[in-house]
């Protein structure tokens, strides 16, 4: 079916994709430009291209795609959305990831490698640890820190287990390699 539309929203422009055009799918737009509308997402903004897939699992390549799961918690489609995000701002900067990488290796030489502790691989593992730290400083910014941090509790009872746990639980040590790495935003 792939309807697009496009919405204006402080300043960007943005498009989305429904693939089925499902009225899950229509809802799911509903929700992104009400969330784009009340917060300014322009710093973490680096794709406005939206696709919509209700059954499919979200990621940020080759198109940022979202599913309709969560329509009725803005806030956590809205974390959905920052992730997938991150990753974009992630592969522009794809050297200073990759030194980020090269240090979370030399701290935690041995890390899951498959979900729900890990991420699919090794290395998908340790670039996460850099996504979900900027995840979290990201809605802390937008929500404050109680709502960041319930969010950030509740998705590590659900994936990247251990992933979320260093964003959570080693603030410090993450944020300092993401940091040293150049990589915040």
Do not use: C
């Not at 995000?85 to 030194?99: F, M, Q, T, V, Y």
């Amino acid at each position: 079916m792939d309807p697009l539309e496009s919405f204006t929203a402080r300043g960007t422009t943005w498009t989305f994709q429904q693939t089925t055009g499902t009225e899950q799918e229509t809802e799911a737009v509903r929700q992104l430009k009400r969330i784009l509308g009340r917060h300014d997402l322009s710093k973490w903004t680096f794709t406005a291209v939206v696709r919509i897939d209700a059954q499919d699992i979200p990621h940020g390549h080759p198109v940022l795609t979202m599913n309709a799961n969560h329509l009725d918690k803005d806030e956590l489609v809205l974390a959905v959305l920052l992730h997938e995000e991150i990753h974009w701002h992630l592969s522009a900067r794809i050297e200073d990831a990759k030194k980020a990488v090269e240090e979370f290796r030399r701290i935690y030489p041995a890390v899951p490698s498959a979900p729900p502790e890990g991420a699919r691989d090794e290395y998908s593992t340790y670039l996460h640890l850099i996504v979900n730290y900027l995840e979290y400083l990201s809605l802390q910014q937008i929500l404050g820190e109680d709502d960041a941090r319930s969010i950030l509790e509740l998705w590590r009872q659900k994936r990247y287990r251990w992933i979320y746990g260093k964003a959570l639980d080693d603030t410090n040590g993450t944020g300092s390699v993401v940091m040293n790495s150049g990589l915040l935003i």
